[in-house]
């Protein structure tokens, strides 16, 4: 199964393809009830890995075994997978690509932030010379074999985004992604200056970028949604909720109804990861020389 032309195929057709981000196993097994594509959002894997913000504590194979145990658990499952900068130098950004490859990846996303990284939404963004990113990216692509590459800028000078998105169209990447643009009609200026590339739009709860719903970004020439925190805010706010309520009660449990989740329930989701219960691949008949 060629993962790679899989999402390409899937951003090639009428609409956004909606991809959800996931921060660990658990996640992951129930954005896969919902949807058919997840991110690997560095953001949710710095909170949920290490504990710490999303500002360059990842290691690269600490992702690719995440990676990999994604794919081993969601085999039908579109995986584009956020690599930061590449891990600052072009031969690791090259090699993690063709590791991430192995693992069966559907695509990466690489930025042109420099050290010290920050979160696509806040402030105190520092991006490279645009040369420099543009050399690293190249080496990226050419390392590649199928892999789906998003070009992502994290320029805020508006002169600067267009310069850049410009230049990322031009290259052979896969995708566009400017992070953190902070209105539609920036949206649409971006559109524009990259021609027929595909354009992906980052949405994150709280981030600088405006609330759309993916029929208005279909409207909007916007091929790829990607959702980084839906899975994480919402586990931080319902975790933190759950032990509240336990606490007034001093460590009651509250009543099981119809409604909650449960011993059972929670076994029955992650039971549908056994490698042994998914689809196997049809049985080609062999071929035999006619006489």
Same mark, same amino acid.
């Given at each position: &199964? #060629?993962?790679?032309?899989?999402? @390409? *195929?899937?951003?090639?057709?009428?609409?956004?393809?909606?991809?959800?981000?996931?921060?660990?196993?658990?996640?992951?097994?129930?954005?896969?009830?919902?949807?058919?594509?997840?991110?690997?959002? =560095?953001?949710?894997?710095?909170?949920?890995?290490?504990?710490?913000?999303?500002? =360059?504590?990842?290691?690269?194979?600490?992702?690719?075994?995440?990676?990999?145990? $994604?794919?081993? +658990?969601?085999?039908?499952?579109?995986?584009?997978?956020?690599?930061? *900068?590449?891990?600052?130098?072009?031969?690791?950004?090259?090699?993690?690509?063709?590791?991430?490859?192995?693992?069966?990846?559907?695509?990466?996303?690489?930025?042109?932030? /420099?050290?010290?990284?920050?979160?696509?939404?806040?402030?105190?963004?520092?991006?490279?010379?645009?040369?420099?990113?543009?050399?690293?990216?190249?080496?990226?692509?050419? +390392?590649? @074999?199928?892999? %789906?590459?998003?070009?992502?800028?994290?320029?805020?000078?508006?002169?600067?985004?267009?310069?850049?998105?410009?230049?990322?169209?031009?290259?052979?990447?896969?995708?566009?992604?400017?992070?953190?643009?902070?209105?539609? !009609?920036?949206?649409? /200026?971006?559109?524009?200056?990259?021609?027929? /590339?595909?354009?992906?739009? #980052?949405?994150?709860?709280?981030?600088?970028?405006?609330?759309?719903?993916?029929?208005?970004?279909?409207?909007?020439?916007? *091929?790829?949604?990607?959702?980084?925190?839906?899975? $994480?805010? +919402?586990?931080?706010? +319902? &975790?933190?909720?759950? $032990?509240?309520?336990?606490?007034? !009660?001093?460590?009651?449990?509250?009543?099981?109804?119809?409604?909650?989740?449960?011993?059972?329930?929670? $076994?029955?989701?992650?039971? /549908? #990861?056994?490698?042994?219960?998914?689809?196997?691949?049809? %049985?080609?008949?062999?071929?035999?020389?006619? @006489?």
């Amino acid at each position: &199964m #060629n993962h790679p032309n899989r999402l @390409r *195929d899937a951003i090639a057709a009428d609409g956004t393809t909606p991809l959800i981000g996931v921060f660990d196993m658990f996640s992951a097994s129930v954005a896969a009830q919902h949807y058919d594509g997840m991110f690997v959002s =560095g953001f949710g894997f710095a909170a949920s890995h290490y504990g710490l913000p999303d500002i =360059g504590f990842i290691a690269w194979p600490d992702l690719v075994h995440f990676v990999q145990r $994604l794919r081993q +658990a969601f085999p039908q499952q579109h995986l584009l997978v956020d690599i930061d *900068d590449g891990y600052v130098d072009p031969e690791t950004a090259c090699h993690v690509v063709r590791s991430l490859e192995q693992v069966g990846a559907s695509g990466v996303i690489l930025e042109d932030q /420099k050290r010290p990284r920050r979160c696509g939404h806040v402030d105190g963004k520092q991006v490279l010379p645009l040369e420099e990113y543009l050399e690293k990216l190249t080496m990226v692509l050419e +390392a590649r @074999r199928d892999m %789906v590459v998003v070009a992502r800028t994290d320029a805020t000078e508006e002169p600067e985004i267009l310069r850049r998105a410009k230049a990322l169209a031009a290259t052979d990447c896969d995708v566009v992604l400017v992070d953190g643009v902070r209105s539609v !009609d920036w949206i649409r /200026k971006v559109r524009d200056v990259i021609g027929d /590339k595909p354009l992906l739009f #980052n949405q994150i709860a709280g981030g600088k970028s405006p609330r759309l719903s993916l029929p208005e970004l279909g409207e909007l020439g916007v *091929d790829v949604a990607i959702y980084s925190t839906p899975c $994480l805010f +919402a586990a931080q706010s +319902a &975790m933190d909720e759950a $032990l509240a309520v336990l606490k007034r !009660d001093d460590g009651r449990l509250p009543e099981f109804t119809s409604s909650s989740i449960g011993v059972a329930q929670s $076994l029955e989701l992650l039971e /549908k #990861n056994i490698s042994r219960h998914h689809d196997r691949p049809p %049985v080609t008949a062999p071929v035999t020389a006619g @006489r």
